[in-house]
């Protein structure tokens, strides 16, 4: 450090070990700069004169359509890393988390073949849904006026004892329970 506060920087050391690769310049070299926007960490080393004339001349974009400028720099304000807009299902901590290791027992998940698992209450759920024709989201109060409905079908006394009926609403008695129980939960 010099004595006005400046730093001084002693490239003797690095100088002795680079010579400048601009064409017919034999001068030591202080200065790295890439070789090209491909390339960037492969570096040339350059004289201050070459490596002022260098930087003049550098253009990161050069070459690239307008559109893909732009693809550019939307990328880098992101890491370069996937991003979605909100509300697209892909927000971490949400509806459906990635849990490889099995971490939240119980939670519906992707598998690693891209399959859904659906732990027991919710394959049940879904079965009594399907038992009922309803599809969720479905209130209490829907499923109640959908018990109503399949029970006032299938009841013994308006189908004339037909077995198939009588099988039939027993299943709904069952989906019913379970829609409830989960409703309540």
Same mark, same amino acid.
């Given at each position: 450090?010099?004595?006005?506060?400046?730093?001084?920087?002693?490239?003797?050391?690095?100088?002795?070990?680079?010579?400048?690769?601009?064409?017919?310049?034999? @001068?030591?070299?202080?200065?790295?700069?890439?070789?090209?926007?491909?390339?960037?960490?492969?570096?040339?080393?350059?004289?201050?004169?070459?490596?002022?004339?260098?930087?003049?001349?550098?253009?990161?974009?050069? /070459?690239?359509?307008?559109? @893909?400028? @732009?693809?550019?720099?939307?990328?880098?304000? #992101?890491?370069?890393?996937?991003?979605?807009?909100? /509300?697209?299902?892909?927000? @971490?901590?949400?509806?459906?988390?990635?849990?490889?290791?099995?971490?939240?027992?119980?939670?519906?998940?992707?598998?690693?073949?891209?399959?859904?698992?659906?732990?027991?209450?919710?394959?049940?759920?879904?079965?009594?849904?399907?038992?009922?024709?309803?599809?969720?989201?479905? #209130?209490?109060? #829907?499923?109640?006026?959908?018990?109503?409905?399949?029970?006032?079908?299938?009841?013994?006394?308006?189908? /004339? /004892?037909?077995?198939?009926?009588?099988?039939?609403?027993?299943?709904?008695?069952?989906?019913?329970? #379970?829609?409830?129980?989960?409703?309540?939960?």
């Amino acid at each position: 450090m010099t004595g006005n506060g400046n730093a001084s920087v002693d490239l003797g050391a690095e100088c002795e070990t680079h010579i400048c690769a601009a064409a017919g310049c034999g @001068e030591p070299a202080a200065y790295r700069a890439p070789r090209s926007r491909e390339r960037l960490a492969d570096y040339m080393w350059l004289c201050l004169e070459h490596v002022r004339a260098y930087n003049k001349a550098w253009d990161y974009y050069a /070459g690239m359509s307008v559109a @893909e400028i @732009e693809a550019h720099v939307r990328a880098d304000t #992101t890491w370069r890393r996937p991003s979605w807009p909100f /509300g697209t299902g892909h927000e @971490e901590g949400r509806a459906n988390p990635r849990d490889p290791f099995d971490l939240f027992p119980g939670e519906q998940r992707a598998a690693h073949d891209g399959s859904e698992r659906l732990s027991p209450a919710d394959a049940a759920e879904k079965q009594a849904l399907d038992v009922m024709n309803l599809s969720p989201p479905v #209130t209490a109060e #829907t499923v109640k006026l959908r018990y109503k409905e399949l029970v006032k079908q299938l009841h013994p006394d308006v189908n /004339g /004892g037909d077995r198939r009926a009588e099988e039939r609403l027993k299943l709904v008695n069952d989906a019913y329970r #379970t829609l409830s129980a989960a409703r309540t939960a």
